[in-house]
């Protein structure tokens, strides 16, 4: 079956910077999308980068500038790099795919979540 293995993440202090990286394993036919999504306790997941298989990236308004998401869909990694962190960017990052596996239909996946903690 499909599976999302994240690393990094870790505590850091406020205006450093930290990377949270991703690799998809099981036998995918289809990769359409990847992105980055985080939960802070208490509140909803949301989107914080996407990126598709031509290239183009998207940002939540409160990351531009600071977070840069990049991947491979060839070699099915993904990776966000988190600089200038703040206080409020503490959550649990998931990585996320929209896959058609090969022998399933198309679905979101997402890995368990890794935490990134920002002290002020």
């Known amino acids: 079956q499909v599976q999302l293995a994240e690393s990094g993440g870790g505590l850091v202090q406020a205006g450093g910077s930290l990377t949270v990286s991703c690799v998809v394993s099981?036998?995918?036919?289809?990769?359409?999308?990847m992105g980055w999504y985080r939960q802070a306790p208490g509140k909803q997941r949301t989107l914080v980068a996407g990126?598709?298989?031509?290239?183009?990236?998207n940002y939540a308004d409160s990351v531009k500038g600071r977070f840069t998401v990049s991947g491979d869909f060839s070699r099915r990694t993904i990776e966000l790099e988190m600089s200038s962190l703040k206080p409020e960017d503490t959550a649990v990052y998931y990585c996320?795919?929209?896959?058609?596996?090969?022998?399933?239909?198309?679905?979101?996946?997402w890995g368990q979540g890794i935490q990134v903690t920002v002290s002020a």
């Open positions: 996320n795919i929209d896959a058609l596996p090969r022998w399933a239909v198309r679905n979101n996946f």
């Open positions: 099981g036998s995918i036919f289809n990769l359409y999308s």
């Open positions: 990126i598709a298989p031509d290239g183009t990236t």
